[in-house]
């Protein structure tokens, strides 16, 4: 179960997703029943699984949909959630975080997934799979339910870094346009920037600038920017992209999550209140069903780290089985897509496009 994963794998098409094992909160178990979700539904994924050899064979070993799927990559030591990013950069090698993202660096895996230390894992990530050039500050993305058509609205940047200047915003746009496009199939993204206003005369000098800077971006990188936005648009119709820096969209992140948590408590407990209020329960229980279903969290587990030479999923540290098995779904569709290098090329044509303004021909960037 050890060593290297079987050549073979890219002859049947498969593709491999490193996962980091250890870090989450509900430990390796949570971890492999979520890999063993992803196998049962996806015949073309196999797995690097990384962590303590003898806490992790017994686990993959009761899963038979497993068998010949995954290869255990044996790291002793476990980066957990108290640990500082700087402690993790200086004596983070032999633990499962850093074994993951090398596999990705050597070309071993497709793209990483893990429940780990936030903090930690981007520091990580910085260090070994380096940012791409042009790329000043990573971000963080992530899908939030909304009323559009696809379901969900991406939002970046939501905790990689509590700064972004202008020219960070518009990178952030530049980058969650690609991502929107690769992860939901969207041609032209709407993409709008959040302010405590819509009015243009609103917000800090730089949200100013970097409102114009992404104004005129829109048509070269092909999207379509409908201005600022407010809180109240982030799971509206009004755009697909939500650009912010790290400190707002990690408070808004919060915010969303526990407020989604007070309106399920509050539901639950509306329709425990009397007999009645069970049986209308019971009578609604397949419209209730459909609501849960659409604003169950898991279903959106996930940030991508955006900006770095590789693929790298953030999976929600009390995630479960569902929602590891949803991290492990969206960096096996980034990497089928080949996301790392399209990114990779649209930061490069945007740094091309600043730094010499053509005169002739299409100016537009790689297709993502």
């Known amino acids: 179960m050890t060593g290297t994963p079987d ?26 029943a979520g890999i063993a979700k992803s196998a049962e539904k996806n015949t073309r994924i196999a797995f690097l699984l990384h962590g303590p050899e003898d806490e992790l064979a017994p686990l993959v070993a009761k899963r038979r949909i497993l068998t010949d799927r995954v290869v255990i990559r044996h790291a002793e030591k476990v980066v957990t959630m108290g640990d500082k990013p700087s402690q993790v950069m200086r004596n983070g090698k032999g633990t499962s975080m850093w074994s993951a993202l090398d596999a ?88 709008g920037l959040l302010n405590v206003g819509t009015e243009e005369h609103k917000g800090r000098a730089e949200l100013k600038e970097a409102y114009a800077l992404i104004a005129e971006n829109a048509e070269v990188a092909d999207y379509d920017f409908v201005g600022f936005v407010e809180g109240s648009d982030i799971p509206g119709s009004v755009a697909d992209v939500i650009v912010t820096d790290g400190f707002t969209g990690n408070v808004a992140i919060k915010t969303g999550e526990g407020t989604a948590s007070l309106l399920r408590s509050a539901v639950k407990e509306a329709f425990e209140y009397s007999i009645l209020s069970k049986l209308a329960a019971l009578l609604a229980y397949s419209s209730l069903s459909r609501l849960a279903k659409r604003l169950d969290p898991r279903r959106a587990n996930g940030g991508v780290f955006l900006g770095l030479n590789g693929t790298v999923v953030k ?39 600043a730094q010499d303004a053509p005169t002739s021909g299409d100016t537009r960037p790689p297709t993502d």
Not at 7 to 20: K, L, M, N, P
Request: charged share 20%; glycine share 10%; aromatic share 4%.
């Open 7 to 32: 050549r073979t794998e890219a002859q049947t098409g498969r593709i491999v997703i490193s996962v980091d094992a250890m870090g989450g909160d509900a430990g390796p178990a949570a971890v492999v």
């Open 104 to 191: 990705v660096k050597n070309g071993e895996a497709a793209g990483v997934v893990s429940c780990g230390n936030t903090g930690a894992l981007m520091a990580l990530s910085m260090l070994r799979l380096r940012k791409i050039p042009g790329v000043n500050r990573p971000a963080i993305a992530i899908l939030w339910p909304s009323r559009n058509p696809q379901g969900f609205n991406v939002m970046l940047d939501v905790g990689a870094d509590i700064r972004a200047d202008a020219e960070d915003l518009l990178q952030y746009a530049l980058m969650g346009t690609s991502y929107t496009r690769n992860s939901m199939d969207i041609a032209r993204p709407r993409v």
């Open 315 to 353: 999976s929600h540290g009390g995630a479960d089985a569902t929602g590891v098995s949803a991290a492990v779904k969206l960096a096996f569709r980034l990497a089928e897509q080949g996301f790392a290098d399209k990114l990779a090329a649209r930061v490069a044509s945007a740094v091309e496009l």
